[in-house]
């Protein structure tokens, strides 16, 4: 099994920056590509970023491009999100998740979400 817990959300005005971290324990050699997700009240869950931590390639959603960046430290097992020039319409829970193939697949592995609340 394979646990995720996430933390660094909070309250930031608009322009602001956070960053979050995710924290993975147990197999975490089963699992190859790590990516974050956010889910605002009343909308669906959308991809945000993803990171292949063997070699490091991302990819990101184009509401977040040039503004969040996606990083690891494989030895920490850990993934973060840089966040910058927050936005209000950022404002979700975001969620860490991970899956074996980067390139296909669905992610089999949730954290539990940690809030981002952008005011402005």
């Known amino acids: 099994q394979v646990q995720l817990v996430e933390s660094g959300g909070g309250s930031v005005q608009a322009g602001g920056s956070l960053r979050l971290s995710c924290a993975a324990s147990?197999?975490?050699?089963?699992?190859?590509?790590m990516g974050w997700f956010r889910q605002a009240p009343g909308k669906e869950r959308e991809f945000v970023a993803r990171?292949?931590?063997?070699?490091?390639?991302?990819s990101y959603a184009d509401s977040v491009k040039g503004r969040f960046t996606i990083s690891r430290d494989n030895a920490k097992n850990t993934v973060y999100l840089q966040m910058n020039s927050l936005k209000p319409e950022d404002t979700a829970v975001y969620y860490c998740?991970?899956?074996?193939?980067?390139?296909?697949?669905?992610?089999?592995?949730w954290g539990q979400g940690t809030q981002v609340t952008v005011s402005s």
């Open positions: 998740a991970a899956k074996s193939d980067y390139t296909s697949g669905n992610y089999d592995y």
């Open positions: 147990g197999r975490t050699f089963s699992f190859d590509a």
């Open positions: 990171i292949r931590r063997s070699i490091g390639s991302t």
